[in-house]
């Protein structure tokens, strides 16, 4: 099975979500600074998104790149995946027309922990049908920050109840660990010199 046909389709997935999230941003009807401010939640919040799929497609792609070989059941993980980056504009409405109130913030920190845990699940299956060996293997190694962020939108979520604005601090701080480029994925493609 060809890679190209299932990159192409998330890429087209990834696209359609930044699209369908700036589309929830309507456009004041005043022409004053003002009218501005009733957006500055949902601005914020779309921010926060779009930084995150960037992040996916940017980690989608390479782990793509070191993948050698796609099977039925990494079809399957990948829509795992794009189904929970789906609901993103979903959420990223609601948390942002709400201003970041508690239930619509937890749903939102729920949705990235799903999607944290569809990305794991298809880099598993992609990695287990290349084999243990494998560069993709390799490069996911203990996959530290996957698990690190997974608790780390666990506690986003309960502080939705418990400390204003403490989640999308969280969020954030998720957002900012995978900015930094993962060395052992370069390494692996050959991007990075040992």
Partial sequence: MQKSRLEAFSDGVLAIVITVMLL???VPAQPSLGALRPLLALFLSYVLSFLYV??????????????????????WANLHLLFWLSLLPFATGWMGEN???PVPTALYGGVLLCAAVAYAILAR????AAGPHSRLARG???DVKGKLSIAMYVLGIALSF????GAQIVYLAVALIWLIPDRR??????????
Avoid: C
Avoid at 125 to 128: D, G, K
Avoid at 185 to 194: F, I, K, Q, S, Y
């Fill in 140 to 142: 996911l190694g203990r």
């Fill in 54 to 75: 960037g992040i996916y497609w940017n980690n989608h792609h390479h782990m793509l790149h070191a993948a050698s070989v796609v099977d039925g059941a990494s079809l």
């Fill in 24 to 26: 929830e941003m309507k």
């Fill in 125 to 128: 299956t992609l990695a287990a």
């Fill in 99 to 101: 201003h970041f109130a």
């Fill in 185 to 194: 994925m370069a390494r692996v493609l050959g991007d990075e010199p040992r």
């Fill in 162 to 165: 418990a400390v204003e604005w």
